[in-house]
């Protein structure tokens, strides 16, 4: 069954800002946000002097750019804004696209012509509530929670490194503004995660699973989610291929200021 993802009511296909598809830099950012927005500038600073600070800049200048001239500017703009700082110490060969982060594992079980199957190991994930709201102010929020456990915020006060995808679930099917998700992929050497000090963030035991996956390059704006969205459903429909399009995934792999190589994706999962 072909699913038009312009139909649906959800932002998460809405990405970059709408004018221009650029995204300013992260001094640029802090810059406007301090003219906007009356939030404490130590915050803001703490975060521009970490590897956050382009995802945090972007996510809060959504928050305040509401006109309807902007979209609402998704995770797959800035997923994977946070530079890891080691790759994965592992025999496994992530694909290129990773980069330096540390990616779930998984094998490729069939290529077709314009997609192909993966079937992905089981993982854990670290995840909370994604509220769609029409400014944006969720993802921010949804981020925050996530950021915050994995720089210590957790039973054990541990540190957890960045990974990619950053991933983000929507049903599609009569959906509703509270019941998507975001997720952090744990890295496979935390293999007891510490439990959340926040009750909106909790782990998730994914089990071996497969998926039909759909990549594109370069910057994807609005339109091109769900170009590819609708191409990979009717692909799968088309070639008598069961899938679940009750619900779709997305996964970002690179931050804003990455020109060349750029990769994005749209799962479904094989039914």
């Not at 804004?81 to 094998?107: I, L, N, S």
């Not at 950021?147 to 210590?152: A, E, Q, T, V």
């Not at 998926?211 to 590819?228: C, D, I, Q, R, T």
């Amino acid at each position: 069954m072909s699913h038009d993802f312009s139909k649906t009511r959800n932002p998460l296909w809405s990405v970059f800002i709408h004018t221009s598809g650029v995204c300013p830099s992260p001094l640029s950012l802090v810059a406007v946000l301090k003219r906007l927005i009356p939030l404490p500038l130590p915050l803001i600073q703490s975060y521009r002097d970490s590897a956050h600070s382009l995802l945090l800049a972007q996510c809060l200048l959504v928050a305040v750019m509401g006109a309807r001239s902007v979209l609402v500017l998704s995770l797959l703009c800035v997923w994977g804004a946070v530079r890891a700082e080691e790759g994965a110490a592992d025999e496994y060969k992530a694909p290129d696209f990773c980069g330096t982060y540390e990616c779930p594992k998984y094998q490729v079980a069939k290529k077709y012509e314009t997609f192909e199957l993966r079937t992905y190991e089981s993982t854990l994930w670290v995840t909370t509530p994604l509220e769609l709201d029409y400014f944006g102010f969720g993802i921010y929020r949804s981020f925050k929670r996530l950021f915050d456990y994995i720089n210590g915020q957790n039973s054990q006060g541990i540190k957890i490194k960045m990974t990619v995808p950053v991933r983000i679930y929507v049903p599609l099917i009569t959906p509703t503004d509270k019941n998507a998700t975001m997720s952090f992929f744990v890295p496979l050497a935390v293999v007891n995660p510490p439990q959340p000090l926040n009750k909106e963030v909790y782990i998730e035991s994914v089990p071996q699973m497969s998926f039909y996956v759909k990549s594109f390059g370069g910057y994807a704006l609005k339109p091109h989610y769900e170009k590819k969205a609708k191409m990979l459903s009717e692909e799968l429909t088309a070639l008598g291929l069961g899938f679940d399009s009750t619900f779709g995934t997305a996964a970002g792999y690179n931050d804003p200021l990455t020109f060349v190589g750029r990769h994005n994706e749209v799962w479904y999962r094989v039914q």
